[in-house]
T-cell receptor
Framework: EPEVTQTPSHQVTQMGQEVILRCVPI?????FYWYRQILGQKVEFLVS????????KSEIFDDQFSVERPDGSNFTLKIRSTKLEDSAMYFCASSEFLAGVSSYEQYFGPGTRLTVT | RKEVEQDPGPFNVPEGATVAFNCTYS??????FFWYRQDCRKEPKLLMS???SGNEDGRFTAQLNRASQYISLLIRDSKLSDSATYLC???????????FGTGTRLQVFP
């Protein structure tokens, strides 16, 4: 069964450093997303991406964040200068449009645990 | 009013029991609804989409009541492996971001 993959599984970085989180969405999916979940809190939307551009972004997704699809398979999230409060689990998700049911079911990768020290 | 409200639980039930979760949402324009399950420190996994007519998948039944703006999930014949947090989720528009509830924790005991 196709699945979303993410690397690394755990990233430890120092405050102020840049990090790049990588995702490989399901191959025939066209919609891509990043979410984050701070420990003990709910999953929060960061950004959605379609047709090589950002469709929507949340207030969390400020100028320190960027996304890119550098080739036909990878989808990356970059945090330019990490802060302590960026410590969280970051999930990538992808979806396709299911015409029969008019639904976009999103499938999540296993996540990258980011720890900023 | 919170976008998605769920009873956090925990619901502690014996194996074989039937358990039901409810969830209310604030946006009457919400398009699609889903139940995800999340195991501790793992990713949300899609359990089922929720359709207007209600739908069933094995031991799981989901219902949507648009007039009252709530969705429900019924689990019959609970298994130990059903122990997880169940997340009520909706999106405002097709392909849009998902809005997550805080989840309801279920613990099934032998």
């Amino acid at each position: 069964e196709p699945e979303v993959t993410q690397t690394p599984s755990h990233q430890v970085t120092q405050m102020g450093q840049e990090v790049i989180l990588r995702c490989v969405p399901i191959s025939n999916h066209l919609y891509f997303y990043w979410y984050r979940q701070i420990l003990g809190q709910k999953v929060e939307f960061l950004v959605s991406f379609y047709n090589n551009e950002i469709s929507e972004k949340s207030e969390i997704f400020d100028d320190q964040f960027s996304v890119e699809r550098p080739d036909g398979s990878n989808f990356t999230l970059k945090i330019r200068s990490t802060k302590l409060e960026d410590s969280a689990m970051y999930f990538c998700a992808s979806s396709e449009f299911l015409a029969g049911v008019s639904s976009y079911e999103q499938y999540f990768g296993p996540g990258t645990r980011l720890t900023v020290t | 009013r919170k976008e998605v409200e769920q009873d956090p639980g925990p619901f502690n039930v014996p194996e074989g029991a039937t358990v039901a979760f409810n969830c209310t949402y604030s946006n009457s324009a919400s398009q699609s609804f889903f139940w995800y399950r999340q195991d501790c420190r793992k990713e949300p996994k899609l359990l089922m989409s929720v359709y207007s007519s209600g739908n069933e998948d094995g031991r799981f039944t989901a219902q949507l009541n648009r007039a009252s703006q709530y969705i429900s999930l019924l689990i019959r014949d609970s298994k130990l492996s059903d122990s997880a947090t169940y997340l009520c989720v909706w999106d405002a528009w097709l392909g849009d971001k998902l809005i997550f509830g805080t989840g309801t924790r279920l613990q099934v005991f032998p």
